[in-house]
């Protein structure tokens, strides 16, 4: 009888390892789930959303490196990102993709422009962006380092955002917001 005991509980305990080994490799190297804390993301986000974040399609990091397994595609002005900011490491921020490296942005009127060009992509164009911060100033154009990207809220007058603290390291970007999946209500891609 002891051994039949010893013997099920050796197969639960089995059980457990493998399926903490696949949720680990699952959210290390293919999506995460988050919950929004914050209104800076507001309308398209808003605080207890609870969203999917694909980390395949730019390529997961490597934990405890600084490497990057190669991803489908690099990140497209517009989209929705998690990251982790240059001025806080221990947390991770979801925000629009405003500048790609090398390009030069500027907040006017409340429009973004991208190399001297007013940007009219829906998910973009959709928000009104208020002159703030060091990098958002008013007249200031301001050039992405190559490697690094300029991200805003969309709910500008609530956002701590790259106006204030800058640029994101390629390799702090964690993955694409794909989907809201709770509250069931506003379940739906994220635009």
């Known amino acids: 009888m002891k051994i039949k005991r010893n013997h099920a509980f050796r197969e639960w305990i089995e059980a457990f390892v493998v399926a903490a080994v696949i949720v680990t490799i699952l959210r290390t190297f293919l999506f995460q789930i988050y919950k929004i804390p914050t209104t800076s993301m507001v309308p398209t986000l808003i605080p207890k959303d609870k969203i999917f974040v694909t980390k395949l399609l730019y390529g997961p990091k490597i934990p405890f490196t600084k490497f990057r397994i190669p991803g489908f595609r690099e990140p497209k002005r517009g989209e929705v990102v998690v990251f ?13 993709l405003i500048g790609l490296p090398g390009e030069s942005v500027r907040i006017k009127d409340g429009n973004i422009y991208v190399n001297g060009r007013i940007v009219v992509s829906p998910g973009i164009a959709k928000n009104r962006y208020n002159n703030q911060g060091f990098y958002g100033e008013k007249e200031k154009v301001v050039v992405v380092p190559e490697n690094k990207y300029f991200f ?9 955002d790259s106006r204030f603290w800058g640029f994101v390291d390629e ?6 917001a794909i989907f809201i999946w709770w509250p069931f209500q506003r379940a739906g891609a994220i635009e």
């Open 152 to 160: 805003l809220g969309d709910n500008s007058k609530h956002s701590l």
């Open 171 to 176: 390799v702090d970007i964690v993955g694409k």
């Open 84 to 96: 982790v900011p240059p001025h806080d490491r221990k947390k991770v921020y979801i925000k629009r």
